[in-house]
């Protein structure tokens, strides 16, 4: 359930009809439901319950900081994969106590603006990144709190390019020399290795991976407490689908999500931790475009938008789906045509989908791509010199532009010509 309805033939979101926003930003803009987004987190958060556990709101699906300032707000912790995002967690009020950093290629400088400035934990991916974090915390006389991420080498069953679970995969230490990196790392004084981390991959539409994996972390943490290591706290990991395609069965619920996640590992005694991005932002979110030209091909009609792939990457980069659906209500068995829908940029790459059945569309219509709020906007660019694009949160009845569309000016001001081509 999202809160972007249709109420008197006009889509809406909340109580905002999408044509207002338009007339005040332009098109083309993404626009968030506050009230989807808190309802997502909660579901979360009820789910795990009564476990001790934090749901660490992963950033890299919407960094906006509005978007971070409610997470943080409603409790969550948060997911963070670059110094760039460790700061937006800070300068959008997360305390260093609800930050957790991941990623893969963690540099020495982003380590000491962590520690310094405070974390919760660092999820570490190699050893050689263990050695550079121990050298970094020894230096600043601190003893980090660390788990090890783990690739446990189950099949997620999801899009190649978003499974990360899996031995030929570049994330974690193979599940199988883990106990022998928790006995180096028990020898590193500047590392606390508390807990075990695990994240298989991104839109999984199936529990069955999850149970998988997270069986192989049980077993792990009796392994590893069998060797004398305090593993006190879980970091399952993100990565439950939501669904893109509506006439599709729905992915599985938070809720037997957390069913899955008692069963496998809440007997532990361990604090949970999970790193939801996708499913707590995807559904939160619509990209509003406006129909810019619709042109007959040769056996085809194209409906030309003013939104393009650099706006919204997923169709390009994962051949993923979106709901497109026109602003103003179609009238109930009312004609439809197939339609290729693509963006004014110069790649035929920019296309949002081939042959789709759409109502009728005419230039200046509008339409909006369901399930954006995730991975939409803070995956665009400038691409042909087209500005990013307007995000707006919405909240009951009212609406606020969170990041303004740059002006031109900004844009080509941010180059700068070298002396010898001047004059
Ligand atoms: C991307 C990512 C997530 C979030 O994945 P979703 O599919 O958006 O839930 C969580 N943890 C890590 C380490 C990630 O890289």
Redesign the pocket.
């Known amino acids: 359930m999202d809160h972007f309805l249709y109420r008197n033939g006009v889509l809406h979101a909340e109580d905002v009809p999408i044509p207002d926003i338009a007339s005040e930003v332009g098109t083309p803009f993404y626009v968030y439901s506050t009230a989807t987004l808190t309802r997502h987190f909660k579901l979360f958060d009820e789910a795990l319950a009564p476990l001790e556990h934090l749901v660490c709101y992963?950033m890299?699906?919407n960094s906006n900081q509005a978007v971070l300032r409610l997470m943080a707000s409603l409790g969550a912790g948060v997911?963070v994969?670059s110094g760039g995002e460790y700061r937006r967690a800070k300068a959008a009020g997360f305390p260093g106590e609800r930050i957790v950093f991941?990623g893969i290629g963690k540099t020495a400088e982003e380590m000491e603006l962590a520690i310094q400035s405070g974390i919760r934990q660092f999820n570490l991916e190699s050893e050689p990144e263990m050695h550079l974090l121990n050298a970094v915390a020894t230096r600043l006389g601190k003893h980090v709190p660390v788990t090890v991420r783990v690739n446990p080498d189950v099949d997620a069953k999801t899009h190649e390019k978003i499974a990360t679970g899996k031995a030929e995969n570049k994330f974690g230490i193979p599940i199988s020399r883990a106990r022998e990196v928790y006995a180096e790392i028990a020898g590193l004084p500047g590392l606390d290795a508390i807990g075990i981390d695990v994240?298989i991959g991104?839109?999984l539409t199936d529990l069955e991976p999850f149970e998988q994996a997270y069986l192989k972390v049980a077993e792990l943490t009796h392994a590893l407490r069998a060797d004398g290591h305090d593993i006190r706290r879980l970091d399952l990991?993100?990565?439950?689908g939501i669904p893109y395609e509506r006439s599709n069965v729905a992915p599985p619920l938070p809720t037997e999500y957390g069913d899955v996640v008692k069963r496998t590992v809440g007997d532990l005694g361990c604090e949970i931790e999970i790193?939801?991005?996708?499913?707590i932002a995807g559904n939160a979110g619509l990209l509003v475009s406006s129909v810019i030209y619709v042109k007959s091909g040769e056996d085809r009609k194209f409906l030309i938008l003013d939104a393009a792939m650099n706006d919204l990457i997923r169709p390009a980069m994962y051949g993923a789906y979106h709901d497109i659906i026109p602003v103003i209500e179609p009238s109930a068995g009312g004609e439809q045509t197939p339609y290729d829908v693509v963006g004014p940029v110069c790649e035929s790459g920019d296309t949002f989908t081939k042959g789709r059945d759409l109502p009728l569309l005419y230039a200046d219509d509008m339409v909006a791509f369901r399930s954006a709020g995730?991975y939409g906007a803070v995956m665009s660019s400038e691409y042909n010199t087209r500005p990013l694009i307007p995000e707006v949160l919405v909240h009951e009845h009212q609406f606020a532009v969170i990041r303004r569309r740059p002006t031109f000016d900004e844009i080509i001001n941010r180059d700068t010509i070298p002396e010898w081509l001047k004059g």
């Open positions: 992963a890299k699906a997911d994969v991941s994240h991104s839109q990991g993100g990565g439950l790193e939801p991005g996708r499913l995730a």
